[in-house]
């Protein structure tokens, strides 16, 4: 597909009114994604269904190749991924599947937006270790000291929502798995932003959620179990869709976590989602989000102003420094401006681009700041 950028702001209409650089918060919706959720709407209201054929397995069937779908755009099988609600809950089956014992300890950064500490590992004591920020990056230096034998799990987030660090994964995996330590990774800044393959480099569970960079539902999200893991995990929650109590019917691949009715309305809503990514394709939209950050990163530079993001076009987030955060993002948003400001980890602003995004949205926030 050629890049018609033009074209594709008139499928976000928002952007004809605003400014949007608050990707990181929430994505903005095509008019595609909304008759997706129209279309499960339309399906369910009209129930035109063929003789034999129900409403559930329908919506089923949709799941499966929005499955496959997702598995292809991260680069891994659709066995290995399950259906979620949030981030968080496929962060907890991965964290309920380990027998916790005393002595344990489980390394983590101390900006991860959900931090993996439970009253199941509290109750068996495991040590959490904090890897410590140093400007605004996370070492690997750092990490290795914190890593042992008895590391049971190390928990990274892919690009900080903080600051747009990009965590260097291979690096982490490779130290954690030296220990026999497995890592989980939550991606719910990167998927739909930068192109990635987890299969390459050999994380062991991705657990993300759409309504970000992937443009998807709220109420929905993923977890990647990798395939060396899967015989391993054990579902933490059952149903009838995992009949744990039927051992012919149990399942062996991701869906096994999946114990319940699903978010269906959001499943058609991702399917639009999704064609919409592999239209524009993944390589474009990386290269246009770095670009782009990159350019935001250089202006801000040439004001002098303090960045808080370390790397110049690495993630779609560019945080600076800002004494008033806050307050100037309220402001913004009367001249129709969108971007988070934090009180947070120190006030700053946190501007995050995506595709869609021009120079000239970028231009309109630097000249609004100056
Ligand atoms: C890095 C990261 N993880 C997770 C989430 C959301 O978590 P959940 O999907 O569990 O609500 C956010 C939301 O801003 C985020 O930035």
Not at 182 to 193: I, R, Y
Not at 241 to 257: Q, T, V
Request: hydrophobic share 35%; proline share 3%.
């Amino acid at each position: 597909m050629t890049f018609d950028i033009k074209k594709i702001r008139e499928d976000f209409p928002v952007l004809s009114e605003w400014t949007y650089l608050d990707n990181a918060f929430v994505g903005l919706m095509p008019s595609q994604v909304r008759e997706g959720y129209s279309e499960w709407a339309d399906e369910w209201y009209n129930y035109s269904l063929l003789p034999g054929e129900t409403i559930l397995g329908k919506w089923m069937r949709k799941a499966r190749s929005v499955r496959e779908q997702v598995a292809s755009l991260i680069g891994v099988d659709s066995e290995e991924i399950a259906y979620t609600m949030c981030t968080g809950s496929g962060q907890n089956i991965v964290l309920n599947s380990f027998d916790w014992e005393k002595g344990d300890n489980i390394v983590f950064p101390e900006w991860e937006h959900n931090p993996p500490v439970s009253y199941d590992t509290e109750k068996h004591g495991v040590e959490s270790r904090v890897l410590y920020q140093k400007g605004g990056r996370f070492d690997l230096s750092s990490l290795e000291k914190l890593v042992d034998d008895k590391t049971k799990l190390v928990s990274v987030t892919d690009v900080s929502y903080v600051n747009g660090f990009n965590m260097n994964l291979k690096g982490v995996t490779e130290i954690a798995h030296e220990h026999g330590a497995k890592v989980l990774v939550d991606s719910t800044q990167t998927v739909g932003a930068l192109k990635v393959d987890y299969h390459n480099i050999d994380v062991d569970y991705v657990s993300f959620a759409p309504y970000k960079f992937m443009m998807g539902p709220p109420g929905l999200a993923f977890l990647y179990v990798s395939n060396d893991n899967l015989e391993s995990i054990n579902p933490d929650r059952v149903g009838w869709k995992n009949a744990i109590w039927n051992r012919d019917r149990r399942s062996k691949d991701a869906s096994k976590l999946e114990y319940g009715t699903i978010h269906f309305q959001g499943v058609y809503a991702m399917e639009k989602a999704l064609n919409y990514i592999e239209k524009v394709g993944m390589d474009t939209i990386d290269y246009r989000v770095k670009k782009l950050s990159g350019y935001l990163y250089d202006k801000l530079s040439e004001l002098g102003i303090e960045i808080f993001t370390p790397e110049r076009g690495t993630s779609p987030v560019v945080s600076y420094m800002e004494d008033n955060a806050f307050e100037i993002a309220k402001k913004l948003m009367t001249q129709k401006i969108k971007v988070t400001g934090r009180r947070e980890h120190r006030n700053h602003i946190r501007a995050s681009v995506h595709f869609y995004n021009t120079e000239d949205d970028i231009e309109r926030l630097i000249s609004t700041i100056n």
